[in-house]
């Protein structure tokens, strides 16, 4: 990870990890590499048909290079890492910026 990629969070309206999966999270709080909240971004696919879709999501946040998330599907992930070239990260923070520090710490280097 160098200071150039940016990470997405899914957040709920309350600024919380959204709970459900990546792709039906009403923002997404987009991060630079030392941490640093740099947008909130709503998310038009939130309640949408294409929330399960990560090419979609993918043309959402063309810049992201890593996804965290409490829960994203199987086939999702294999999909973003495989193909779409996207880190998928799962958490159990409930605070963005929580979930963000711990994914810098464990790629440091």
Request: with cysteine; net charge negative; charged share 25%.
């Amino acid at each position: 990870m160098n200071e150039r990629d940016i990470i997405a969070v899914g957040v709920d309206d309350q600024g919380q990890v959204w709970q459900a999966h990546f792709g039906m999270a009403p923002w997404y709080y987009l991060f630079d590499g030392q941490g640093e909240l740099i947008e909130r971004r709503a998310n038009p696919y939130a309640r949408d048909h294409h929330h399960d879709d990560p090419v979609a999501i993918v043309a959402l946040l063309p810049e992201c290079t890593t996804f965290i998330a409490r829960r994203m599907g199987e086939r999702s992930r294999h999909q973003l890492a495989t193909s779409l070239r996207i880190e998928p990260a799962l958490t159990t923070a409930t605070d963005p910026y929580q979930a963000v520090q711990a994914y810098l710490d464990g790629h440091k280097g």
